[in-house]
């Protein structure tokens, strides 16, 4: 995969705004009002766009931006999960099944909890719940009911993932583009919804990786840099409600890690990378994991880029984490440098800033620059734009100082 | 004014959450009486919370400035309403809003449909209608005078009551400076100079009756920055921006005129309202201005991502002996709570810049109306212990 050996490069971490002509087109194939030609071709058109834009801007590392994931409206946290429901054999929708809870894990004595008893949703339960506190995808929206699990989980999506990636390939080509890349679900990060079929949640884990490695594989023989999802790692530590110990988490990640690595055996590492965060709303984030707890995990992935976010005000001390850990020799740092959690647009210096905190950690041909989470359905499109912008300027300055 | 001497104190711009009760009050108009009462109570409440909260220099939370609805951004300066005589109110010129008062702004024409949906949120979510809708519709047609002797005299013995129930040595009153009021459109004064001269002897009555009060002054100036996007960005005309500035700085210092200096701070930021905030002026442009202003305290925002890269400024620009830096090292600006180890890191680089005797850490802008109840009082919490982390390493 390219990195930083003339200048720091810039990237992103996946989801960008959806045109409302694509909006459209996404909620007329949901009610199965869709005309395919026509969303085919909007769908086309609006990737086409979309690359152009961001070689415009000046993002080194483009893709479709999740284009090809479906999301109907504006404001929409969870597309880059809940399209693999549809390239998924072995779930159902869930109105006629009655709910169930999380299974007790098989391997630590914990299990995860619901969406609102969270720990951060629970300690800041008047927040979450007033409709005007500001927070966008607020409580009652996020808490629709996902497909439920009923049966073996088997791929079916390989002619939308071709599609997306014929489509992804033709604009990086028209575009002048070099290097693109594609997002994809880890494992652990699509298998935590309710599940009737599997035995255990690593059971459903381990399902979740055989099943979901023929997108992986897919991704890196067209040639594009595969992103695997990950927000479960961290994110999940605030599920479990109490707090868990600590080496009860890791031993319950540990074993979500290795399917994720067993779905990715035989892959070339060099031709991925690894996002984690720590969940994209607009909340506290006061339960969050520190990286310094689970750093040692991520780096067990076999992927060669870390995608993490330190643009937010939660995370953004934990450049220093880098000072204590070895960043293993060829393996590159993605960090978060702009973030979808505030309104204002960074500084191109604050973004020089903290890209050369990195750098000078950990080597600059060792730094992508990126943003914490993907900008689309989480931020008004004209600030997503203006944040890409000052993406790419800022990496302008940094590499001025960089390299002279 | 207290300094950090021993360990790093903390304190905030302002506005903090008013009690639901307390906003109904003001909204349906209540009488004088029970619109009283309620506040002394509240005032208490808040005062008591700072302090539990680890705040050193409290306040009233503005709470004798109305605030009509949960979301309002504007209270810091539509209070000064009722409080000043020689204003006519304009229907339609209300309808425009702050539209009506600017030359063009590049953030407003580069985010145009930003700010198109933010203002149809901003009208469903204030149900009750921000304290700003009624100033828009203001306009000077008779010479200014402070009538607000009444309201500034119950403002001060609520504070006092609450400081001394809870044993406070240093609490701060905010008022609005010459250059906000001076936005406000003028048909009687002749030039904008004398406009402002008058607004600045006006609004003084207000300063000495808090310092007489033994409270520190905080004049809340965010026009003094604000104002280059709203009346010179089109242009980029800074030098224009600049002489303005400087007239808006002699204006308030004689609104200082023999106002102990080391009674005084003096807030600027950059509008609070939660746009991209691109088309800001930058501080190192006004800094050697903002350093004339007669103040002891400079409370400038430095904890949102358009600002906090200017803690640098203070490498190059020397704050004269004496004098104290108060930055924002939490922010109204994401609901995202700063981590204590952040706010300790913002602070230990400010300390490092100007010395750590001449720093008091605060937030970027007051909390109330601006975040959530809720998040607005884990912000101080935040700030608080960031604070103490930041006393181990500078006070090792």
């Not at chain 1, 023989?221 to 599920?239: E, T």
């Not at chain 2, 203002?119 to 979510?125: F, G, L, Q, R």
């Not at chain 2, 040595?169 to 100079?193: G, W």
Request: hydrophobic share 40%.
């Amino acid at each position: 995969m390219r990195r930083s050996d003339q200048r720091i490069i810039t990237t992103h971490v996946g989801s960008l705004s959806r045109p409302p002509e694509l909006l459209a087109l996404n909620a007329a194939r949901r009610s199965g009002a869709a005309d395919t030609s026509a969303y085919v071709k909007g769908l086309t058109a609006a990737v086409a766009a979309v690359v152009t834009k961001q070689r415009e801007v000046g993002i080194d590392v483009a893709n479709d931006g999740e284009f090809g994931k479906p999301m109907s409206a504006a404001y929409d946290y969870g597309a880059w999960w809940n399209y693999a429901f549809e390239r998924l054999e072995g779930f159902e929708a869930p109105d006629s099944i009655p709910e169930s809870e999380h299974k007790k894990s098989a391997v630590a004595e914990l299990s995860l909890t619901t969406f609102a008893r969270r720990r951060d949703w629970q300690q800041f339960s008047e927040f979450y719940h007033d409709p005007t506190s500001g927070l966008v995808g607020s409580a009652p929206a996020r808490r629709q009911r996902r497909p439920v699990c009923v049966g073996p989980l088997r791929y079916k999506g390989h002619a939308q993932t071709k599609a997306d990636i014929d489509r992804l390939k033709s604009a990086l080509a028209q575009a002048g583009i070099e290097e693109g890349f594609m997002t994809s679900v880890a494992p652990a990060s699509f298998a935590r919804g309710e599940d009737l079929y599997y035995k255990t949640e690593e059971d459903f884990v381990a399902a979740a990786a055989e099943a979901i490695r023929e997108e992986y594989q897919a991704i890196i023989d067209a040639g594009l840099v595969l992103q695997i999802d990950d927000p479960s790692l961290p994110d999940n530590w605030d599920m479990i409600n109490p707090e868990p110990p600590l080496e009860e988490f890791k031993k319950f990640s540990r074993v979500r890690i290795d399917a994720l690595n067993y779905a990715l055996r035989s892959l070339p590492e060099d031709r991925i990378r690894y996002h984690i965060c720590w969940g994209s709303w607009h909340g506290p984030h006061t339960t969050d994991i520190a990286l310094a707890d689970i750093v040692d995990l991520v780096l067990t992935v076999r992927a060669q880029a870390y995608s993490v976010e330190a643009a937010n005000v939660r995370h953004e001390h934990e450049w220093r984490v880098w000072q204590d850990v070895k960043l293993p020799d060829g393996k590159i740092v993605v960090p978060g440098i702009v973030s979808h959690a505030t309104n204002v647009v960074e500084h191109p210096r604050l973004v020089a800033d903290r890209i050369i905190r990195f750098a000078k950690i950990v080597g600059r041909e060792n730094v992508i620059a990126s943003t914490d989470c993907g900008l689309g359905g989480r931020i008004h499109p004209q600030i997503a734009w203006a944040k890409l912008q000052a993406l790419a300027e800022g990496a302008k300055l940094a590499t001025g100082e960089l390299w002279r | 004014m207290k300094r950090s001497t021993g360990r790093v104190l903390t304190t905030h711009v302002g506005s903090l959450p008013r009690p639901d009760d307390l906003m109904a009050l003001y909204r349906d108009n209540a009488s004088d009486e029970s619109l009283h009462l309620r506040l002394r109570s509240a005032i208490g409440d808040v005062v008591r919370r700072q302090v539990e909260s680890g705040i050193d220099v409290v306040n009233d939370g503005e709470f004798g400035k109305a605030m009509r609805s949960a979301m309002d951004f504007g209270a810091w300066w539509s209070y000064v309403y009722p409080r000043l005589a020689g204003y006519e109110l304009r229907e339609e010129q209300a309808k425009k809003g702050r539209a009506a008062w600017t030359f063009g702004s590049k953030e407003r024409k580069e985010f145009a449909e930003f700010y198109a949906a933010e203002a149809s949120a901003a009208a469903t979510a204030s149900q009750g209608g921000t304290s700003t809708a009624r100033l828009y519709g203001l306009t000077c047609t008779a010479p200014v005078k402070y009538v607000g002797h009444t309201a500034i005299k119950r403002d001060i013995e609520n504070l006092t009551a609450a400081v001394r129930a809870n044993h406070v040595e240093d609490a701060f009153m905010t008022a609005v400076s010459p250059a906000t009021l001076q936005i406000l459109p003028n048909e009687y004064y002749k030039s904008r100079e004398d406009y402002t001269f008058a607004l600045a002897e006006a609004i003084r009555e207000e300063y000495k009756a808090i310092v007489d009060a033994g409270f520190i002054l905080q004049i809340d100036d965010p026009a003094l920055v604000d104002i280059y996007d709203w009346w010179f960005s089109m242009n980029d005309d800074l030098t224009g921006y600049r002489k303005w500035a400087e007239f808006q700085v002699e204006a308030v210092n004689h609104a200082l005129q023999g106002i102990p200096e080391d009674r005084v701070r003096f807030h600027i930021c950059w509008g609070s309202w939660h746009g991209p905030h691109k088309g800001d002026v930058e501080l190192k442009d006004v800094v050697d201005l903002l350093l004339k202003v007669k103040a002891q305290g400079y409370s400038v925002e430095a904890g949102n991502v358009r600002h906090e890269h200017e803690w640098k400024v203070w490498q190059n620009t020397k704050l004269p002996d004496g004098k104290l830096v108060v930055p924002g090292v939490v922010s109204h600006a994401t609901n995202v709570l700063e981590h204590p180890e952040l706010v300790a890191d913002r602070i230990v680089r400010f300390a490092k810049a100007v010395g750590r005797e001449n720093v008091i850490a605060s937030t970027d802008c007051g909390l109330g109306g601006r975040v959530h109840p809720q998040l607005a009082w884990a912000k101080l919490q935040a700030l608080t212990e960031g604070a103490r982390l930041a006393t181990k390493q500078l006070w090792p």
